[in-house]
């Protein structure tokens, strides 16, 4: 159960540390491995590797957005729209299908998250939350792990070759901090009851949809504490959306696309 992020930035970095981290990886697996498990698939079935489709950067304006006087530039989206096409693409392939991806559908959604992005940034520093330099360290760990890089130096190298320079990380870091401050403010203290926690379990051995031969699920009790970090995750969540409607009714916002 990953920790939900709401600055969008954060988690295009972390996507785009582990295409990175995966690159040579990945070169050496094909050869090795899919190449041949890819021939035997294409053998069977009689059909070719879906190739991966491209992104349409065309026509993209130069300030895609604006948020209470605070531009959202055309290198801010085509940054995120490349890694959320490429995800999408990536899932549906997983899910064998071959419907192609709306992409006018898909950069409005790009453009509508960037947007809640930055009104959440900006309450967060009106309301004067801060971020410490230990909280900031703390993160940079995580993204460490995450991508299963040794150093430092390694994790901010990785990251300026695809354009992100080491100041601008830890400025979105401090912005995802302050953020997460905000979330937390907004939720208040979330205790969730056993009763809630088995409603849950049960609704997720409902849609698993045991069948005959698998091996036994998880008990209540094994998944209790990830159950507790989802059920967290689903209550900041809401009180995310309903913040953000409620920061859109006063807001100037405007967006180009």
């Known amino acids: 159960m990953k920790k939900w992020l709401s600055t969008l930035s954060i988690m295009t970095l972390i996507f785009v540390l582990g295409a990175c981290n995966n690159d040579s990886e990945s070169e050496e ?3 090795n491995a899919e190449a041949p498990q890819e021939e035997d698939a294409a053998a069977e079935n009689g059909e070719e590797a879906m190739e991966m489709p491209e992104p349409d ?8 957005a604006e948020v209470n006087g605070e531009e959202i530039t055309q290198e801010d989206f085509t940054q995120t729209y490349e890694s959320q096409f490429q995800q999408t ?10 419907e192609e991806i709306n992409q006018d559908e898909l950069k409005q959604q790009v453009a509508d998250m960037l947007v809640n992005q930055e009104l959440l940034a900006q309450e967060a520093e009106n ?13 940079v760990d995580q ?20 354009g992100l320079p080491e100041d601008e990380v830890m400025n979105l ?6 953020v997460d401050q905000l979330i937390e403010d907004e939720s208040g203290e979330i205790e969730p009851t056993d009763e809630e926690l088995q409603e849950m379990y049960d609704q997720m051995q ?52």
């Open 29 to 31: 697996d094909t050869q």
């Open 57 to 64: 950067l065309e026509g993209i304006p130069e300030v895609v």
């Open 89 to 98: 693409a990536m899932q549906q392939q997983m899910m064998g299908g071959g």
């Open 127 to 139: 309301r004067d939350f801060t971020a410490g330099e230990d909280e900031v360290n703390e993160m």
């Open 143 to 162: 993204m460490l792990e995450q991508n299963g890089m040794e150093n430092r130096d390694e994790l901010f190298a990785a990251l300026d070759e695809q």
């Open 173 to 178: 870091l401090e912005t995802q901090i302050k």
């Open 206 to 257: 409902e849609q698993q949809g045991q069948t005959e031969g698998e091996e036994e699920p998880p008990s209540f009790e094994e998944l209790k504490p990830q159950l507790e970090q989802q059920f967290v995750m689903q209550k900041q969540g809401e009180a995310t959306q309903a913040l953000i409607e409620q920061l859109k009714e006063d807001a100037d916002t405007t967006i180009h696309l």
